[in-house]
């Protein structure tokens, strides 16, 4: 017998999800959102196998629910699933990349049929919606698990066999854990980086060319500024605390440094960058571990009409697979950078020799 999943929320991340998750021949996927054309994309697009007009009808048919939802109506549909009688045990699950909150209406539900393990797929795009929606989308990505209070290690086993399909990292974390580190990692430097476009704003009124002058550094830095700011506030509020606490710790960081310019300590300064380089540069240890490591080399291509995929297809004639490619900086006349991403040292090295007996100037990240 098939499984019977319901996901709630047809976004990129559910409809990512739910088309992930139909890939296996032992899932029948049911899909729920409130926009119509979502649903209708969905059903049409043979990313869900039916769509449902009822939340509480699908529930009740369903093994495991997936709630694809901001934080805020993912709080008040658990309420409403805590109502439901069910005649079987079903395991709930979510998307958000904040827990404790989650998990705080979690260990209240009085329910005993439901199971819920709390969930993050650490995986995104810059596109929105159910269209943007990829099968593929979490592939080699982290997918966080945090297993309510009250959940058996059974529902746990089960849900992560059923995200097998996905093909993502799994790993399993504490609510609050989870919460400190993608605090660190994702939240604050979204704030930080809001911060940073709000400083250029208000400086632009006194600088006209400011944004002219923005240049790759500035632009790489504050890219997640651009994201949703409804989801990011929703995020930001039930994270609120240890944001708080990072704002603090951040005012202490910066008076620090304050200091050190305003007396001129070279050294100290010096230092401080320094440490701040060699952590930076250990994050791309290339273990195996909860983060995936990636091998990068810089190539130096002219600005003209085809040249980013000259170099693609170079490495694609050897069946090397670029995992990821960023423009670094292009400027109109002359030459820019790429950054290329590999998997393996091997392919590293296999690159560079590719590229450089093409003529290509490229510095390898060692």
């Given amino acids: 017998m098939r499984r019977r999943i319901l996901v709630i929320g047809l976004g990129l991340i559910g409809g990512s999800l739910a088309k992930s998750l139909r890939e296996s021949e032992d899932n029948y996927i049911t899909g729920f959102d409130i926009n119509h054309k979502s649903l209708a994309f969905a059903e049409m697009n043979e990313i869900i196998h039916e769509s449902c007009s009822d939340i509480t009808e699908a529930a009740k048919n369903a093994d495991f629910i997936f709630l694809g939802t901001h934080i805020t109506e993912t709080v008040e549909i658990l309420k409403k699933l805590e109502q439901i009688t ?87 974390l504490k609510a609050n854990e989870h919460d400190e580190m993608t605090g660190v990692v994702s939240h604050f430097p979204h704030l930080i980086a809001s911060a940073l476009v709000q400083q250029a704003k208000k400086w632009s009124e006194t600088h006209a060319y400011i944004p002219k002058l923005a240049a790759g550094g500035f632009r790489d830095v504050t890219r997640i500024a651009s994201s949703n700011p409804e989801l990011w506030q929703d995020i930001f509020y039930h994270n609120k605390q240890k944001m708080v606490k990072m704002i603090d710790d951040w005012t202490s960081e910066m008076v620090e440094l304050k200091e050190m310019l305003e007396e001129n300590h070279k050294a100290d300064l010096t230092a401080y960058l320094q440490q701040a380089k060699d952590y930076r540069d250990g994050l791309d240890v290339k ?65 560079y020799d590719i590229l450089k007996q093409n003529g290509y100037d490229l510095v390898l990240e060692e």
């Fill in 86 to 172: 069910f005649d079987h045990d079903v395991i709930v699950s979510d998307v958000s990349s904040v827990k404790q909150a989650i998990h705080d209406t979690a260990n209240a539900i009085n329910n005993q049929q439901i199971q819920f393990v709390g969930g993050h797929p650490m995986a995104g795009s810059h596109k929105k919606g159910i269209t943007a929606a990829k099968g593929h989308l979490f592939e080699n990505a982290i997918y966080v698990l945090s297993p309510s209070a009250n959940c058996l290690d059974s529902a746990a086993d089960k849900l992560e066999e059923v995200l097998t399909v996905t093909k993502s990292h799994i790993i399993q």
């Fill in 287 to 351: 273990e195996k571990g909860a983060f995936p490591a990636y091998y990068d080399l810089y190539v130096d291509i002219r600005d003209q009409t085809g040249a980013i995929a000259t170099v693609a297809n170079l490495l694609a004639g050897e069946n090397i697979n670029i995992t990821n490619i960023r423009i670094l900086e292009i400027r109109e006349g002359i030459t820019g950078a790429l950054r290329l991403s590999v998997s393996t040292k091997d392919e590293q090295l296999q690159s």
